[in-house]
């Protein structure tokens, strides 16, 4: 079985721009969930889905926003890059609500230049 | 939100046995601990997960003590390969992923 896709791998954008990330939960994962993580630091959290719901919300500016798709895949997009934006986005997969350990891509490697 | 205390870093030798320590004082009754080992630009991987007392697995062994507020992960006889970060994490497991709060981990050193 595939693990957690994230796509792009590295990406790099300028100041001001939008950025949309990907991500495919391993098959039969319906809560998908999208960290932040700057150098040198822990993952922090931006949104939590399941079943296409939002199930939480972390502390992080309306220029982030998230959805999942009928296929439980799910996009990341971030409007007016800062950047103070670039960092690994990290993606995480679970089988439904409950928390018996995470499952996580290879992120997304964004730089704003 | 039960916050956790572990070392900034810890070095350690090829065949050694690591114990990494967590503090969580607040911990509820509902929360378990979970913990993570994170290589660098790879996302955190799932190393094992624990209530109370023992909790060993193919990879480690997770010791909690009867009143909770600490964790013990135990890597037998670790080779270079582990150098990594190692986040403790403590939470409701039915509760949102925004409940459940890495911090900065710890950063394992294992040499030759």
């Known amino acids: 079985d595939a693990g957690v896709t994230q796509s792009p791998t590295h990406l790099i954008k300028t100041r001001g721009q939008h950025v949309t990330l990907r991500c495919s939960p391993i098959?039969?994962?319906?809560?998908v969930s999208w960290y932040q993580q700057v150098l040198g630091q822990g993952p922090q959290f931006i949104f939590q889905y399941y079943e296409k719901e939002e199930r939480g919300r972390g502390n992080f500016p309306d220029r982030f926003s998230a959805r999942q798709f009928p296929n439980y895949s799910s996009e990341l997009n971030v409007n007016a890059l800062l950047l103070g934006d670039s960092a690994l986005y990290l993606c995480?997969?679970?089988?439904?609500?409950?928390?018996?350990?995470?499952?996580f891509g290879s992120g997304t490697r964004l730089t704003v230049v | 939100l039960a916050k956790t205390t572990q070392p900034i870093s810890m070095d350690s030798y090829e065949g050694q046995e690591v114990n990494i320590t967590c503090s969580h004082n607040n911990i509820a009754t509902n929360d378990y601990i979970t913990w993570y080992q994170q290589f660098p630009s790879q996302g955190p991987r799932f190393i094992i997960q624990g209530y109370k007392t023992k909790v060993t697995n193919e990879v480690a062994s997770l010791f909690i003590p009867a009143d909770r507020k600490s964790s013990t992960l135990s890597l037998p006889r670790v080779s270079l390969s582990d150098t990594a970060v190692y986040y403790c994490l403590v939470g409701d497991r039915y509760s949102s992923a925004s409940k459940i709060i890495f911090g900065s981990g710890t950063r394992l050193s294992i040499r030759p």
């Open positions: 098959s039969g994962h319906k809560s």
């Open positions: 995480a997969s679970t089988t439904g609500t409950v928390h018996y350990g995470y499952t």
